[in-house]
């Protein structure tokens, strides 16, 4: 996946009325529980790009909590542009530029099918436990409908993952032959 | 298709496949010595005109059923009649594990085969192994020619075991035995859709009608009503209104046969319905609800076996009937002055024809009861993979074999004890008492002889008989049928005790 | 946390082919284990060694420290009814039998009253959602449906440890990962053990170890080299 798009991430949020800053960090991280969390300044300086491209206004300032407590709102252009973004298809895969594609290649060329099969079978391990932690994560008593989505998102594809590192197993000699000629 | 193709894709299955077939080459053998013991029979050569008398008779032969030309189409008969209940279990055998034969012919189907040679297919393969056992009933025929050929001290034979039915006769039963198996075959799949994507089973997923049910009772009370019924009737309405009641009587009973023989269905899925309500234990749970889900599984056989049932005890009723009818005769003749032989000296050989159809129904009942235990086997194969894997969480196998018992006991007790009840009111609700001697002669003029009183008149004495109830025979005939299903239920044993074999899991 | 099933140097062959190799392997109280491997591994073989429906040729199961082994047919029978639970792919339900009536049998074998049983069962089937149906035959039931009665069957009890092979292989993957939560949270409720045998990676994970299985022994590098996935 390409990074996703904080900006229209942070449109969408607005939807919900009119928030600050801060709000919006921490509704972020909420809805979007097994995300990388966002930093303040990211937020801020999003929010400022946006406002700069009117898709965004600030709607007043809230001085009592301290400085930085001014809220934005979704203008007519703003709801425009987010209902373009959540329209548009995403192209499926259009590059393959996984590192785990590109490190069984290079390992191959660099170090022999022994060494990659090494590797092959380390990031098998790696995986498998992430996977179950991830499915830990779904099978609590008190997960949330966001947080079993979000693991099986990432389950669906560590799965697709390990499927791909087990065939390759079987055909790392086949590739060895092919790379070194 | 090419023939060697046809043969080499009815040949090829699996375990219940091979099963399939030698059951069905069983069933061919039994007609085909069967169908031949007729022919035999048939070929005894005829050495005058029936017309003739004794001097017709075939002297070769100790047994009057062969030697008497006027009796042997009777023999041919009854055994033609034993024919049918080894019709019954071909038509089981047949029809054996068939759910996995048919998803293998829908495997061909989707490997391009047409439907008519999806039809073909089970046909072939059917009538070869009718072919099969057809060949080798026609050895064991041939075997038992020799095995049974006892010539008396005095050259007389007491089964015509020196004659061979002609070459015609060979080649019609070789031929009539795997043709017919094969049509059977074919008929048996009319009900059955066989697509490339499987199998689509138009089943009798129907509750049994009530009907069957109702002849039943009936059958089985008109008989303690019949008499003073018709008493009653003859009392109010002379001799038409007795012989009304006996008419009546007659077809009650006769309809009760019917039901028997129809309802067997019903007696399977009420006794179910008597076991799941009424049982505690797990295994007559298990039987209760496996006969109100599929009352019908065996029921064909069953009925040839009630069928058989029926006529047994109309035989012993009506050889009852005989014995009483000798005695009153004996008894008037002692009584009359004359005293002639009567018929004293012939009995033994009209209670011998009456014997032997004892023996075929005898031989009916084990046939049937070899059906019925194709049909349990066939049960018991198709639901392995339940049964296995109920036995792997620990069900023992005791509990299985007990609801195999009670499912296979439960409609046939009560099924047994009707149809000998119906069987012997078919009789009893005609004869009940035998009457003998009676009439006079009288040797006066006649003038002297038209007054009845007169002392020219010599009037036999007339005896009248009670026909007792042959319960002991009745008792023997339907423990015999009981012990021949108890023996059915031990083979099922086996066979269940072959399908939990774990190994039966790893069979996705 | 000791042992409470052990499996030591198990050895099983069919005819000539061994399906079992020289295997230890152990499961201890409350654990859910995987079993994984390509199929043909002997991962089915396996379970049915530890669950006792199948004896080894060699080497030895202990449950609760005593090698049932050695046990009769009959007393293994017992230990499958009250403290294994079974469940296989499908095909398990006896097909005359309702739902609850299914999930009863158990119960009715260790010797309840019918409407003590049924009061259960009934419970249990609501447990996995499928408490509507208790008077449905299995026949009219979707495949989700009639694997949640099974699970229900073998839980009915409340044994020491399911034995699950393939508990999902003919679900769909929503209906599959519904029933394998399920049976998690009844097993971290009560502390029951789990054998799950599957060859799915994504299976595999709801356990708290995978032990993977190659040619009848065990695999370290649980890819199952050679035979594909």
Known sequence: ?181 | MKPATLVRLAAGGGRTDALRMAFTAASAVLAAVVLLAAATVGAVPELGDPGDGSAAWNTRYSSPLIAEPGLRPGVVMTLLLLAVPVLFLAGQSIRFGSPARDRRLAALRLAGATPGQAVLLAAAETATAALLGSLLGTGVFLALRVLLDHPEADGRRPLPTDVLPGIAAFVLVLLLVPVLAGLIGAFLLRRVIITPLGVVRRTRSRKPRLWPGVLILAGVFVPFVIRPLGEFLAHAGGSTGRDLSIAGAFVVVLLAVVGVVVGTGWISYTGGRLLHRFGRRPAVLLAGRHLMADPWNGSRTLSALLAALVIGAGVLGYRAYMVTQFAASDAADRLSADGGEGYGAENSFYLNSVDLVRVAVAVGVVVAAAGIMVALAEGIVTRRRTYAALVAAGVPRRVLGESLAWQTLTPLVPAVLVALTVGLSLVRGVAQEATAGGGGTCDGTEAQCADLTSPYWHLSPEVTLAVPVPLGQLAVLGGAALLVMLLVVGVGLIFLRRSTDLDELRIA | MTALLTGTGLYRSYGPTPALRGLDISVAAGEIVAVTGPSGCGKSTLLHCLAGILRTDAGEVRYRDQDIGLWSEAARSRLRRTDFGVLFQFGQLVPELTAAENVALPLLLAGSGRREARKSATLWLGRFGVGDLADQLPGAMSGGQQQRCAVARALVTEPRVLFADEPTGALDVLTGEQVLTEIVHVAREQGTSVVLVTHEPRIAAYADREVALRDGVLDPTGLGLGLGA
């Open chain 1, 1 to 181: 996946m390409g990074g996703v798009s904080t900006s229209h991430v942070l449109l969408g949020l607005l939807c919900a009325g009119p928030q600050h800053g801060y709000e919006l960090k921490k509704a972020h991280d909420e809805r979007l529980p097994r995300a990388k969390p966002l930093a303040f300044g990211q937020v801020y300086a999003t929010l400022g790009r946006l406002e700069r491209d009117g898709l965004v206004a600030q709607t007043g300032q809230d001085r009592e909590g301290g400085p930085d407590r001014t809220s934005y709102a979704l203008t007519d252009a703003g709801r425009q542009r987010l209902d373009e973004w959540l329209a548009a298809v995403e192209p499926p895969a259009p590059y393959v530029s996984s590192t785990l594609f590109a490190k069984v290649v290079v390992s191959l060329l660099a170090s022999g099918a022994a060494a990659a099969t090494d590797y092959l079978i380390a990031q098998r391990a790696a995986h498998v436990a992430r996977l179950r932690e991830l499915t830990a994560v779904k099978t609590a008593r008190d997960a949330s409908a966001g947080d079993v989505v979000a693991a099986d998102y990432a389950i669906a594809h560590l799965d697709a993952d390990l499927r791909w590192l087990q065939t390759t197993l079987a055909r790392v000699t086949d590739l060895h032959q092919e790379v070194i000629t």
